[in-house]
C-alpha cells in the first residue's frame, strides 16, 4: 500500500495538536522544525525588543516636540520721551520699515514679532505707548502683566536720557512686578546714525550699571542697528525670568477664587 504523502503544513499541524501524530515525522523532520521553532522564538524576541525601541524613540519624540516646540508670549512695553523715535523702532524691527514723516503715537500701538531664541519660540507682543506727560493715565493699565520694558532715548537729546530714570521709576510703580531688582529691562539710545550726539556712551553705562546692569544697545532705526540684537538678549531674559518663576517654591500654579455669594451665607447663617 502506498504512504500518503503529507503536506508540510499538515506535519506541522499534526505535530502541535497530537502527541500520537508525533510518529509521522523523521528525525531529520523533527530537527528541521526544531530549528525553526527556535527560529521563530529569536525573530519574536526581536520584534518586542523593536517595538521596544521604536516606543522609547516615540517618547522621545514627544519629550523633544514638549519642549522644543514650546511657545512663550511675552508682553513687551516701549516707553521713553516723545520724539526718540519708539514708533519707528518698533515699525522697523517688526516691518522692516522705516518711515520720516512717522507720525507721533497718540495713545498706544500694538504689533507682534516671532523670534527663536536658541530652541524656543517666542512671540513679542510689543505695546508702543506715547510719550507724552498727558498719555501716561491712558498707558498705565496696560503696564500690568508686562513681561519686559524698553527704555529709549535720543542720542542727540541729552533731556531724553535724563528722564529714562522717571520712566523707570513709574513703570516699576505702575506694573509692580514680583521682583523688580532682576525686572528685564533693556536700554535703547536711539538716532546712532546721526553724527551729533549729546550724550556720552561712559555716562548710559554707569547709569545702566547703577540700575542693576541694564543692557544697553546704541540702535537706528533708519538702518535698523542692534534691534534684532536687542530684542533677542530681552527675549532671553524674559525666557529665564519665566524659567526661574516657575522655580520659585511656595507659589502655587492655580489660585482658587471664593465666591462672594458662598461667604455671604455663611455670615448670615452665623448671624442666624
Not at 541729552?158 to 506694573?175: C, H, V
Not at 461667604?263 to 442666624?272: A, F, L, T, Y
Request: charged share 25%; with cysteine; proline share 3%.
Amino acid at each position: 500500500m502506498a504512504r500518503q504523502k503529507v503536506a508540510p503544513s499538515a506535519f506541522i499541524y499534526h505535530t502541535i495538536c497530537s502527541k500520537d501524530q508525533s510518529s509521522l515525522l523523521s528525525p531529520m523532520t523533527k530537527c528541521g522544525f526544531l530549528v525553526i521553532s527556535w527560529i521563530t522564538v529569536l525573530l519574536f524576541r526581536a520584534l518586542l525588543s523593536g517595538r521596544s525601541l521604536v516606543r522609547k524613540s516615540i517618547q522621545a519624540i514627544e519629550y523633544m516636540k514638549m519642549n522644543c516646540g514650546k511657545k512663550s508670549l511675552f508682553k513687551v512695553i516701549v516707553i521713553g520721551e516723545e520724539g526718540v523715535g519708539k514708533t519707528s523702532l518698533v515699525r522697523r524691527y517688526v516691518e522692516g520699515r522705516f518711515s520720516i514723516r512717522e507720525r507721533n503715537t497718540i495713545g498706544l500701538n500694538l504689533s507682534t514679532k516671532e523670534v527663536r531664541v536658541d530652541d524656543r519660540a517666542v512671540t513679542l507682543q510689543i505695546w508702543d505707548t506715547a510719550g507724552q506727560e498727558r498719555f501716561l493715565c491712558l498707558s498705565s493699565c496696560f503696564y500690568r502683566g508686562v513681561d519686559c520694558c524698553v527704555l529709549v532715548f535720543d542720542i542727540t537729546s541729552l533731556d531724553s536720557f535724563k528722564s529714562l530714570g522717571m520712566w523707570r521709576d513709574q513703570f516699576l510703580i505702575k506694573a509692580d512686578p514680583r521682583d523688580p531688582v532682576n525686572f528685564p529691562f533693556i536700554v535703547l539710545g536711539n538716532k546712532v546714525d546721526l553724527d551729533n550726539s549729546h550724550v556720552p556712551n561712559n555716562r548710559v553705562k554707569e547709569w545702566c550699571q547703577r540700575n542693576n546692569n541694564i543692557s544697553y544697545y546704541e540702535t537706528s532705526a533708519k538702518e535698523g542697528t542692534n534691534l534684532h540684537l536687542a530684542f533677542k538678549a530681552l527675549s532671553t531674559k524674559a525666557l529665564k525670568r519665566e524659567a526661574d518663576s516657575n522655580d520659585v517654591p511656595g507659589i502655587p500654579n492655580t489660585i482658587i477664587l471664593k465666591s462672594r455669594a458662598n461667604d455671604q451665607k455663611k455670615s448670615k447663617k452665623c448671624e442666624c
